[in-house]
């Protein structure tokens, strides 16, 4: 009498999956490995993700998920920004995967995937926030969006990846803060949300003076 099947494998293979991802990166994860970390066999997991690209695109779609969540509940564009970087600091080894390995698992000519590409969900709640704060539409505030995202991937790339000293952390949160206040506030003030030029052109007068000692 065949063995009835777990409706509950498939999560259990993606925590699984996550938990290696964790620990050792790609290296960790193995169709073996996440099998014997799922208490299943190797089989199992083929039945359920054909190779090991598949079961990355499935966490890469789980950890999406969580961080669309994450930034569509921040009441403020600011707050959203706020929520990626503590996401991204706080999940690290899930953030390598989020943006290091998407292109090659979706986009490159070495991938075998034809399904639906995953797009940038997060840029269109970012830009659907923007709208709501500065007015226009969400196609009107693109440019802003992608300024926000370059700050805060950036941000949080030098300090996932230690070149911002731990002992500067702290400072350097509150510069990035301070950035996308003024981001923020130069694109309200220069075109009520058509456009990013004049948030561009912000001075540095006009960036506050906190933290300069900070290796940026």
């Given amino acids: 009498m065949p063995r009835p099947q777990d409706p509950q494998l498939e999560g259990k ?43 990355l695109r499935a966490l890469l779609q789980r950890i999406r998920s969580e961080f669309i969540g994450l930034i569509e509940t921040a009441p403020t564009a600011h707050e959203a920004g706020e929520c990626y970087m503590d996401f991204a600091l706080s999940h690290p080894r899930e953030y390598e995967l989020f943006f290091q390995y998407e292109y090659r698992l979706y986009y490159s000519r070495r991938s075998n995937y034809m399904g639906d590409k995953p797009g940038r969900p997060g840029m269109e709640v970012m830009k659907r926030k923007l709208a709501e704060e500065l007015g226009g539409s969400a196609d009107d505030r693109s440019e802003l969006a992608l300024a926000l995202w370059m700050l805060v991937h950036g941000a949080a790339m030098l300090i996932i990846g230690k070149t911002i000293l731990r002992e500067d952390v702290k400072a350097a949160r509150e510069v990035f803060s301070d950035s996308v206040k003024v981001l923020l506030r130069a694109a309200q003030a220069g075109d009520s949300g058509r456009g990013l030029v004049p948030a561009v052109g912000a001075t540095t007068e006009q960036l506050p003076p906190s933290h300069p000692e900070v290796g940026l």
């Fill in 13 to 55: 293979i993606l925590d699984a999956a996550q938990t290696l991802w964790k620990k050792g990166g790609e290296k960790a994860l193995t169709m073996r490995t996440v099998a014997k970390a799922a208490g299943t066999n190797t089989p199992a997991v083929y039945r359920r993700f054909r190779n090991r690209e598949d079961i």
